[in-house]
């Protein structure tokens, strides 16, 4: 039996991906949203029966407020945070906030299906490969961990910056050319070449891999 779920995330380009990916394998998605604020809110209004909630960054204060809420005023919806590779205080944070599971962002389809089913039985749900890295790291904490998301952004010049913001926003080539004032076939080269120095195959991966290191929301202060 299908999962009543709604799908939301910060990038609009992975929630409607994730929410189509679903649709097709039988669920019900209720709404696919990239709210600047307000999640709590919208899912609260809904009562799905999970939220996949996206992060970029897990161990900052407050990215679990929206879990906290949620389960204070709709406490029978499970949700299911997606995310980066967590620190042990990533994923601490998620289950205190009320949080049925956490799963990577990059996890399969199946994973991330595997995952609404267990949270809607009342499973907590963790991938072991999550927590054994949580348990490494707490055992042998890195000095001066690799930022990735620094490395990959200094691949990029501001102009490639800029272009990456607006795909991962879900713009096609002709509203980029339209919004940095250039030819169409100028952004489809610049779109060419962000995803050649991130080395994926299309955009989807390009938006998924800079919000999975953090790459997208530097990116979006670099822009700014």
């Known amino acids: 039996m299908g999962v009543r ?5 910060d990038h609009r380009l992975l929630a409607e991906a994730l929410a189509s990916a679903l649709k097709l394998r039988g ?3 209720l709404a696919a949203a990239a709210p600047a604020a307000g999640a709590a809110d919208l899912v609260v209004s809904r009562a799905p ?3 996949l909630l996206g992060t970029a960054a897990p161990a900052e204060p407050g990215a ?3 879990v906290v809420k949620i389960k204070r005023e709709r406490p029978q919806v499970a949700v299911v945070v997606l995310g980066p590779v967590p620190s042990p205080r990533g994923i601490a944070a998620a289950f205190a906030a009320g ?3 956490y799963v990577r962002h990059d996890e399969r389809i199946e994973g991330v299906e595997r995952a609404m089913m267990k949270a809607r039985a009342g499973e907590a749900v963790v991938a072991p490969a999550l927590l054994q890295g949580a348990f490494a790291e707490l055992l042998n904490p890195v000095a001066q961990p690799d930022d990735e998301g620094q490395r990959l952004l200094q691949l990029l010049t501001p102009r490639e910056v800029e272009v990456l913001v607006r795909v991962a926003e879900g713009e096609d080539t002709r509203l980029i050319a339209a919004g940095m004032g250039i030819a169409p076939s100028t952004a489809r080269t610049h779109v060419q070449r962000v995803l050649m120095k991130l080395s994926v ?6 938006a ?3 919000a ?5 929301d530097r990116a979006t202060v670099a822009v700014r």
Do not use: I, K, N, Q
């Open 5 to 9: 779920l709604m799908v939301v995330d």
């Open 27 to 29: 669920h019900r998605v």
């Open 49 to 51: 029966e999970v939220c």
């Open 64 to 66: 679990f407020d929206p």
């Open 99 to 101: 949080a049925s599971g």
């Open 201 to 206: 195959g299309s955009r989807l991966e390009a």
């Open 208 to 210: 998924a891999l800079a």
């Open 212 to 216: 999975r290191t953090g790459l997208l």
